[in-house]
């Protein structure tokens, strides 16, 4: 079945640590968005790519990082100078060629939390 | 910046009782989406809204694009135990004539429903 996949559902981080979420998806979407979600908030945008080997900053990119190398994998890096990690993180993807309103479909999300 | 107001922030009600909830915003949106999030999943889709004025039903669920293209509303009828979980409204953030896929959420409507 097509769809997009985050691992690992559940991640632990000791201090000073960098960590590292999967996002993969196989609808052949060009498009891939990494989100983060806090209790009682909506989503906010961290990173997003609209194509291979490009990305840009989103509303709280700072304490993050991202790569895409290939369509179907947007890595998210939470590295140590995100001082307030705990979250639950959401990857989605779209695929652009169908006009701005087309939806994002998302992933099942990965929950990160400090050791 | 473009954001949205949704409310209420949550609701209790009783297995069969509709439910109303809605999103409005101070900038125009050519676009509504509505998602539901289950505990501990990514948001699911449920409508698209695309016209001001457009009613669109999606089995129980009914929602609906203001004229004033500032708002809409989602109305979930004869509700039944699994329709808890967390109801988003979305819509593109266009800056520049475009919005590259963005999408900005509202803060969610957290739906009880006892038995």
């Known amino acids: 079945d097509g769809g997009i996949t985050q691992s690992p559902k559940y991640l632990f981080r000791k201090e000073g640590q960098n960590v590292t979420l999967s996002c993969e998806q196989n609808?052949?979407?060009?498009?891939m968005y990494w989100y983060r979600q806090d209790p009682g908030q909506g989503l906010r945008l961290i990173y997003y790519s609209q194509i291979v080997n490009d990305f840009q900053k989103g509303d709280i990119a700072e304490g993050y990082s991202v790569s895409r190398e290939k369509k179907e994998s947007f890595p998210l890096t939470v590295t140590s100078a995100q001082k307030n990690p705990t979250a639950f993180y959401l990857c989605?993807?779209?695929?652009?060629?169908?006009?701005?309103?087309?939806?994002?479909?998302f992933g099942d999300g990965t929950r990160l939390s400090i050791l | 910046g473009q954001q949205l107001n949704q409310s209420p922030q949550s609701m209790f009600i009783q297995e069969g009782e509709d439910v109303s909830m809605n999103c409005t915003s101070s900038?125009?949106?050519?676009?509504w989406l509505w998602y539901k999030q289950d505990p501990g999943e990514g948001p699911v889709l449920l409508i698209a809204l695309y016209k001001a004025g457009e009613l669109t039903s999606n089995g129980r669920l009914t929602a609906q694009f203001g004229i004033t293209r500032k708002d809409s509303f989602l109305n979930i009828s004869a509700s039944i135990p699994s329709d808890v979980g967390i109801y988003f409204c979305a819509g593109p953030i266009v800056a520049g004539g475009t919005s590259y896929g963005k999408l900005t959420f509202g803060q969610g409507t957290i739906l009880t429903v006892h038995p």
């Open positions: 900038s125009i949106f050519n676009t």
């Open positions: 609808l052949n979407h060009d498009a």
């Open positions: 989605a993807s779209r695929s652009p060629g169908q006009g701005e309103g087309q939806p994002q479909h």
